[in-house]
């Protein structure tokens, strides 16, 4: 089952923007690309889905290119309260449907 | 509104034992899924349930099984129980499969001795 990348841990200091990018080369060509924030002890939380392009919310955007391949997370002028890990989910073809969410993105923001 | 519960909240068992985790929903979602996380490590589907009646496998269903009992539940069962398996187990339930928002329960911790 082809991989679902994220870059292992990212630092950040409040107020600044964070990119956080997913490499998803085997998404299926009919399905939404959704990203998720875990606590620790917690369930994963929704934070943004989209098909294609930009989609924008009260607390993200999201920015898909036309390939599809890959998705980039921007969380703008993060606090210390979004030190968490972030996960993408996606639908991925190969040997049937698989749903599979990315390996993770540690967060870290400091003051 | 409760949300998806899960339970329990932690339980350990001896090796060839067996159990079954009990979720349920209260947002009348058509779609339930089975994840479990490693420690440190991502989230890996093991079953999910598309609609009531239909149950599929996910990524890693190998030593376990499921049941939609209901719209609302979705259980989880370790037939014979390795270390393996020990686990945090996630469930989660969405308005439809594919594309949707999930909802995730608190999780039930599982060791397995």
């Known amino acids: 089952l082809a991989k679902t990348t994220q870059p292992i841990s990212m630092d950040s200091y409040e107020g600044q923007e964070v990119n956080i990018t997913c490499s998803h080369n085997?998404?299926?060509?009919?399905?939404?690309i959704t990203w998720y924030q875990q606590f620790p002890s917690q369930g994963p939380r929704f934070i943004i889905q989209?098909?294609?392009t930009k989609v924008t919310n009260e607390v993200a955007s999201l920015f898909i290119p036309a390939d599809r391949k890959s998705s980039t997370l921007s969380l703008p002028r993060v606090s210390l309260s979004d030190t968490a890990v972030y996960y993408c989910?996606?639908?991925?073809?190969?040997?049937?449907?698989?749903?599979?969410f990315g390996t993770g993105t540690q967060l870290k923001v400091e003051l | 509104n409760a949300g998806v519960t899960q339970t329990p909240k932690f339980q350990v068992l001896k090796t060839g034992q067996s159990m079954t985790l009990q979720c349920a929903q209260d947002?009348?979602?058509?779609?339930m899924y089975w994840y479990r996380q490693d420690p440190g490590m991502g989230l890996r589907l093991i079953y999910y349930?598309?609609?009531?009646?239909?149950?599929d496998k996910g990524e890693v269903p190998n030593g376990y099984n499921v049941s939609r009992l209901n719209k609302r539940e979705f259980s989880l069962r370790l037939e014979s129980a390795a270390p393996s398996q020990t686990s945090v187990y996630f469930c989660?339930?969405?308005?439809?499969?594919?594309?949707?928002?999930?909802?995730f329960g608190p999780g039930t911790r599982l060791t397995v001795l």
């Open positions: 989660a339930s969405g308005e439809n499969f594919r594309g949707n928002e999930q909802f």
């Open positions: 085997n998404i299926a060509t009919n399905d939404y």
């Open positions: 989209g098909y294609k």
């Open positions: 989910l996606v639908l991925i073809t190969g040997g049937g449907n698989k749903l599979t």
């Open positions: 947002m009348n979602h058509n779609s």
């Open positions: 349930s598309a609609s009531e009646g239909t149950t």
